[in-house]
């Protein structure tokens, strides 16, 4: 589904990390690893194509679904008119905005403006997308981030479902926020000094 071959990239003549190779299979979870500043939202960002590497390749084969930091959510729409954009968006017109949202935990609060959530209601409403807007591939930037532990346990399930209809991932984390899902592969992001 997805093919990186020796990837690097450089900031101001320095390499951000050690080069990457990584080849992503139908039903596989990648977890990327690292510190702080190691590299993760960089490298998914090349993955998912939002920069050009300094050297190496990617390709996907697969449409793909990305869910960054930034979450994207219109702050001045409600959770359902976002779940809507993002479905019109997809062109999946038949997709149930009201199941994305209670699939997420977002059922009691489907008419509440996005700018009023709190931070994992936010991720969860992200999360939805992902529901409305099928792709094979998700590019997940730390998407444990702000979950409590029922909302973590919702997006194992989202996983799982997806891993198991032939979908993949690659997400990025760090400390203790990995899924509780079996046999995901962990790739620890290594600072570029490390392969000299
Ligand atoms: N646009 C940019 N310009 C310059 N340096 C950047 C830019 N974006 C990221 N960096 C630097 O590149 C390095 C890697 O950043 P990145 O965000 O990929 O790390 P990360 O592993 O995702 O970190 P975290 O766990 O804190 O989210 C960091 O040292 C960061 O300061």
């Not at 900031?11 to 702080?36: I, K, M, Q, S």
């Not at 590497?53 to 219109?74: E, Y």
């Not at 979950?147 to 979908?167: C, F, K, N, Q, T």
Request: aromatic share 4%; proline share 4%; net charge neutral.
């Amino acid at each position: 589904m997805l093919q990186a071959t020796h990837l690097t990239l450089e900031r101001h003549f320095h390499p951000v990390f050690a080069p990457v190779d990584l080849d992503v299979a139908a039903g596989e979870l990648w977890v990327l690893t690292g510190a702080n500043g190691s590299g993760k939202t960089t490298l998914l960002r090349l993955l998912a194509g939002l920069g050009a590497p300094s050297s190496g390749h990617v390709t996907r084969r697969v449409a793909t679904a990305w869910i960054g930091h930034r979450l994207a959510l219109k702050d001045d729409l409600d959770v359902l008119e976002n779940l809507r954009l993002a479905r019109d968006f997809a062109g999946s017109p038949t997709a149930d905005l009201q199941a994305a949202a209670e699939r997420v935990g977002l059922a009691a609060a489907t008419r509440q403006m996005a700018g009023t959530l709190s931070a994992g209601q936010r991720k969860r409403c992200a999360l939805a997308r992902l529901l409305l807007a099928p792709a094979s591939l998700w590019l997940l930037d730390e998407p444990y981030a702000n979950l409590d532990r029922e909302g973590a346990a919702m997006l194992d399930g989202l996983l799982a479902a997806h891993l198991a209809s032939g979908g993949a991932c690659v997400m990025s984390t760090h400390g203790d926020l990995k899924p509780a899902i079996a046999g995901f592969r962990e790739l620890a992001i290594r600072p570029a000094e490390a392969d000299a």
